[in-house]
């Protein structure tokens, strides 16, 4: 006999209830924390309320009307665009390049991975404020690193500049999603086939054309997941572009999440900041689709 | 090892796992550096820097290695792009390919849309398509099942003779390394134990190795302690030619055993039987015997009967360096 066993059936075997049990504080978290808010948010974005008011009167599309006739919103609809899309180009190029170096086995690799992952790790406030030291108006040391070397005449104005602080922005974020990036098609290089790389060593390709025609078109749907994690991180970044220009100067660097929070928060128009964040909604969605889509189709598989 | 291929021949590489048979393919194909000596190509001396698409090879992994990405006719093409093969004469080669192995309706298909027996013959016009001085082949028939893989033997087998190319062949399946090799190369653990025809190797192995490698069942070794032989010698027998005394006839000079019989394995076309023989050296082997099905006679299990060897299928070898006498 085994006396220690209990006869009947426990809570730890009631996988029903368990299960409820667990998902149950996540559940409530999301619910609370992301769903009503978000709920709120789109709400708002359909009235005139205002911040030190109560009062909540429905304006329909009033709101969104507003702001598609507002050029800072258009300027900052179009930086969103630029800026996502510039960057995660720069990822895609800088996490392939680091992957194929990280693959190759070298001294002090371990150490090299460790510092590559910082810019993940960093609170994103540090590190855009190290980022404003380096694009400093006076102290930049890109600036004096660049006349030291001879290549500078003149002097950059990073942030100052409209178009220059766009590329600044652009750089941070890069440099904020590539290790991410990385080690994503990192875990994708290494499940690719190790016989389909020497199949096309002996069938005579060389570098490039192996990661052109072979290695990238097999990666394809694990690219497409980072870039898609990188696109929603960038797009919905509040932070690094508020504390490198605070979305000047003159309003010509806003991005859509600094611009609602300028005008819904600082300017206490919950009703227009509200449209302004969820206007990009749908876009994301979108692109969210397709992109998932995308990685579903190529998936290829296996060669069995 | 020293190993020279000749020119055409379909050179077979057998070995158990880790015997470094596929090493040996792979450092052939440059994947991998030999660590001291040479390998030479036709008058090529290839070891070192010459990269895999320099030496004129090429190759069929076990896992036939397609692009998955890729249509059977792309994969089948990329070789030739790689070398910047005008497009028309790679349409005229992959469809020339393509009809020896009659996949030519898969042309427009992906890998995974294929059958394993018809993906093993794209990567087969994948290789031939760049009219390679060596084929190396590692295992190609091991992911068939049993039945395509004979069929598949003799297709390569055929397209060899047709295409008269070099051709070193990896396996650990001795019937493949029969029937496909004109040489086989008995490897172990990184050693080469001998070359030959597949008759050679079978019917006189080097050593106690290949004779028990070589075969199935292997061959029988035992210490009969007989007085006429040097003390302390292996005498080695196939198991098809350990049969009832009564079969063989009168003029044939026989070596007899009493054999004692343990059980008898029922197979269909052969019969095995298990037991042992009452001999001084080696009292506990066990000994198997082949009796094909044209033999009828009744082998009753735990009793003791007359078996005999001819003295002419009878080989002997040193127990302490396994080597023939």
Same mark, same amino acid.
């Given at each position: ?11 730890a ?23 009503v ?24 599309l ?5 702001i ?6 258009? #300027? ?8 996502? $899309?510039?960057?995660? &180009? @720069?990822?895609? *190029?800088?996490? %392939? =390049? ?29 590190a ?31 942030l ?23 080690v ?8 690719i ?19 052109? #025609? ?8 694990? $690219?497409?997941v980072? &870039? @898609?994690?990188? *696109?929603v991180? %960038? =797009? ?10 605070g ?24 009703g ?11 876009f ?15 998936e ?5 | ?13 057998l ?41 004129g ?35 005229e ?80 399946d001795?019937?493949?390394?029969m ?27 080097v050593?106690t ?17 007989d007085?006429?032989?040097?003390p ?94």
């Open positions: 006999m085994t006396p220690s066993l209990p006869p009947r059936r426990t809570l075997d009631r996988e029903d209830i368990l299960g409820a049990m667990m998902l149950g504080p996540a559940l409530a978290y999301v619910i609370l924390l992301v769903g808010p978000f709920a709120f948010a789109i709400a708002l974005g359909f009235s005139n309320a205002t911040a030190g008011s109560l009062s909540f009167e429905w304006a329909g009033d709101n969104y009307v507003a598609l006739g507002d050029p800072i919103f258009l #300027r900052a609809l179009c930086n969103s665009v630029v800026v996502t $899309v510039g960057s995660q &180009v @720069l990822v895609v *190029v800088l996490a %392939t =390049a680091a992957a194929q170096v990280f693959r190759a086995t070298f001294r002090g690799k371990r150490f090299a991975r460790f510092v590559l992952l910082l810019p993940w790790a960093v609170p994103v406030s540090l855009a404020i190290a980022w404003t030291w380096i694009f400093d108006s006076t102290f930049s040391v890109i600036n004096w690193t660049l006349k030291a070397a001879g290549l500078l005449h003149g002097w950059l104005y990073w100052g500049d409209p178009a220059l602080a766009l590329l600044a922005i652009i750089i941070v974020q890069a440099w904020r999603i590539f290790p991410f990036a990385t994503i098609v990192l875990a994708g290089l290494s499940s086939p190790q016989e389909i790389v020497e199949a096309s060593i002996v069938d005579g390709a060389g570098f490039w054309r192996r990661l052109f #025609r072979v290695e990238l078109p097999l990666l394809l749907p694990v $690219v497409a980072a &870039v @898609l994690f990188g *696109v991180y %960038t =797009a919905t970044d509040l932070g690094v572009v508020y504390i490198l220009t979305g000047g100067p003159a309003n010509t660097t806003h991005v859509l999440p600094t611009l609602a929070f300028q005008r819904g928060i600082l300017g206490a128009d919950l227009q900041g509200a449209a302004i964040a969820v206007f990009l909604l749908p994301l969605i979108v692109v969210a689709i397709g992109m998932l889509r995308l990685a579903h189709r190529t290829v598989g296996g060669a069995r | 090892m020293d190993l020279s291929i000749r020119d055409g021949e379909f050179l077979v590489l070995g158990s796992s880790g015997s470094g048979k596929t090493t040996l393919l792979r450092m052939i194909a440059g994947l991998e550096q030999p660590t001291s000596g040479e390998i030479h190509i036709g008058d090529q001396r290839v070891d070192g820097d010459v990269p895999p698409r320099a030496r090879i090429a190759m069929v992994f076990q896992s036939y290695a397609l692009y998955p990405h890729r249509t059977v006719f792309q994969n089948i093409s990329f070789p030739l792009e790689v070398s910047r093969t005008p497009r028309k004469q790679i349409e080669k992959v469809r020339w390919a393509a009809e020896m192995f009659s996949i030519t309706r898969y042309l427009d298909r992906y890998p995974r849309q294929l059958s394993g027996g018809e993906r093993q013959r794209v990567a087969l016009c994948r290789a031939l398509v760049r009219d390679p001085k060596v084929f190396l082949l590692d295992e190609p028939l091991a992911n068939l099942d049993a039945k395509l893989r004979n069929t598949a033997r003799d297709d390569l087998k055929r397209f060899q003779r047709q295409i008269q190319t070099t051709t070193v062949y990896v396996t650990h001795q019937v493949e390394a029937g496909l090799g004109d040489r086989i190369v008995v490897m172990e653990r990184g050693k080469v134990r001998q070359v030959g025809t597949p008759q050679e190797v079978y019917e006189d192995p050593d190795f290949v004779a028990t490698f070589v075969g199935q069942p292997p061959m029988n070794l035992l210490d009969t302690g007085p006429s032989l040097p302390r010698t292996l005498t080695g027998f196939r198991p098809e030619h350990f049969l009832p005394q009564s079969v063989f006839g009168s003029g044939e000079e026989l070596r007899t055993f009493r054999f004692a019989v343990r059980r008898v394995e029922y197979l269909g076309s052969d019969r095995y039987v298990y037991g042992s023989v009452a001999v001084s050296g080696t009292p506990d082997a066990t000994i198997i015997a082949k009796l094909p099905a044209t033999i009828a006679l009744a082998i009753p299990e735990g009793e003791t009967h007359a078996f005999a060897v001819p003295r002419r299928a009878l080989r002997y070898f040193d127990p302490e360096t396994g080597l023939r006498r």
